[in-house]
């Protein structure tokens, strides 16, 4: 199992910008892909990004040249950039970490974007 740990959210305007991280307990952090995940009131969890250890990256339509990920494997930590934030981004964000089968969550960080 791996330890996810997520900072970063908050409260921001429409337009606004947030960068979350998420701090691995793993050494072997850089064999994972990393993903970060969001759930609104009401909805589905849903895939935001996710990294692959060698640095490819996918990202949900509808975040796709606003938010870009990033990881820095000597310090264990994956790294969601949100730019152009819009009111329906706002969602719980959560940190993923796969391995296989294995799957490993952080606890979620709020995110709310409103005027």
């Known amino acids: 199992q791996v330890q996810l740990v997520e900072s970063g959210g908050g409260l921001v305007q429409p337009g606004g910008s947030l960068r979350l991280s998420c701090a691995a307990s793993?050494?072997?952090?850089?064999?994972?892909?990393m993903g970060w995940y969001r759930q609104a009131p009401g909805k589905e969890r849903e895939l935001v990004a996710a990294i692959t250890g060698g640095g490819s990256t996918n990202y949900a339509g509808s975040v796709k040249g606003r938010f870009g990920i990033s990881r820095d494997n000597g310090k264990n930590t994956v790294y969601l950039q949100m730019n152009s934030l819009k009111p329906e981004d706002s969602a719980v964000y959560y940190c993923?970490?796969?391995?296989?089968?294995?799957?490993?969550w952080g606890q979620g960080t709020q995110v709310t974007v409103s005027s």
């Open positions: 993923n970490a796969k391995l296989g089968s294995l799957s490993s």
């Open positions: 793993r050494r072997i952090f850089s064999i994972y892909v």
